[in-house]
């Protein structure tokens, strides 16, 4: 009896990936409630539905907190073997959670895997609440205002883990740019998305993403689930010199997620090989990867903030970027090595409202770029 039972379960197992991959391929969104596929190295968008409507991001939330983190780590405020403090207010978030106690302590690189592999909403509190003076109220102030910074428009954060609350809102579209932002401002940090499993305190925990184990050349990214929100994902991955990115919000259950996510990937390479032109349903959506034009011309007062026009893995690209920005942008901006043997492209000491002006003039002209401070 009991193995009857077990060929039923997975039976409906097999039928709810059948019936994923059927809608996603031909009838459309019955199963989730938006999606998008793009290039992760030009922006262009190859495929999205329903890209630009408000949904609830879950813990899709925590790659902003993760860029945050990583922001840190990259201008020396955080290292990865400093100890962060849990406070109690941490300690009591509900799960999913390492079960952290208050007073304890966790070591930076292990609340980044916590947070990329297992989701903890404990730790990604703990990594708000010392990043912003103890108040993640604060933090996901400063997580909205990164947001409109990198070009997420539709986007409104209230805690630093995704967990429910009415005003927390995001698009496919916003998801994907914020994650692309991550592969390109911080690819040294990039690695942590694609761990499949991780032991910490005797404790084994598996990636949600499923597509790490199955889909080949899936290298991240991350899970989201609440009641209101349902499943979604963000998958990507690397096939003949592409790297593409899936976002799947809204879908009915993890199975479904999961083939949607690599219906679409699938599509997206199909796609770009037969050379076909981009399907965009339901979604008024401006490309993440914007018209060049020429901007204005921006006047740099001297400061404590910068801009950043990408890192590289060769010194080569590095300076031809250089001469990209110095042509459309009219500054002229530095080589810098960065860890892991990248060179990046930055304008230093430079006012706020100048990085910003700079920032805007960049995204017009269609080169990716970041204020840091």
Request: some cysteine.
């Amino acid at each position: 009896m009991t193995q009857f039972f077990n060929n039923i379960k997975n039976m409906r197992k097999i039928l709810s990936f059948v019936i994923a991959f059927l809608f996603c391929v031909g009838a459309g969104a019955a199963d989730y409630r938006a999606a998008l596929v793009a290039d992760m190295d030009t922006g262009r968008v190859i495929f999205s539905e329903h890209a630009n409507d408000a949904n609830y991001p879950a813990s899709l939330t925590k790659i902003m907190t993760l860029y945050l983190t990583f922001d840190a780590l990259e201008h020396g405020r955080l290292h990865l073997d400093d100890y962060l403090i849990v406070s109690q207010s941490a300690a009591a978030a509900p799960s999913v959670k390492l079960g952290l106690a208050a007073g304890s302590k966790i070591r930076v690189e292990d609340a980044i895997i916590a947070v990329a592999v297992d989701s903890a909403n404990d730790v990604a509190r703990v990594l708000a609440e010392n990043l912003k003076g103890g108040k993640e109220g604060t933090f996901a102030s400063l997580m909205t205002r990164v947001a409109r910074e990198i070009g997420l428009s539709h986007t409104n954060f209230e805690n630093s883990s995704g967990l429910p609350d009415d005003d927390h809102l995001s698009t496919a579209r916003d998801i994907a740019l914020l994650s692309i932002a991550v592969y390109k401002h911080f690819p040294q940090y990039w690695k942590y998305f694609g761990i499949k499993s991780w032991t910490y305190n005797g404790q084994t925990y598996t990636n949600g993403n499923r597509l790490l184990a199955s889909y080949d050349g899936c290298d991240g990214m991350k899970t989201g689930f609440t009641t209101k929100s349902k499943y979604s994902l963000v998958a990507t991955a690397r096939r003949d010199g592409r790297h593409l990115i899936a976002v799947v919000l809204g879908a009915e259950n993890k199975d479904v997620r999961a083939s949607i996510a690599t219906s679409l990937l699938n599509r997206g390479f199909k796609m770009i090989e037969n050379g076909a032109a981009p399907v965009i349903k339901n979604t008024d959506v401006a490309p993440i990867a914007n018209t060049v034009t020429k901007p204005a011309t921006v006047k740099l007062a001297s400061g404590y903030a910068g801009v950043q026009f990408g890192a590289f893995s060769s010194r080569d690209a590095a300076l031809r970027q250089v001469k990209n920005v110095e042509q459309l942008l009219h500054v002229s901006p530095t080589v810098e090595m960065a860890s892991g043997g990248l060179f990046r492209v930055r304008v230093n000491n430079i006012a706020e409202d100048a990085a910003q002006k700079l920032r805007n003039a960049a995204t017009a002209a269609g080169i990716d770029s970041y204020v840091f401070h």
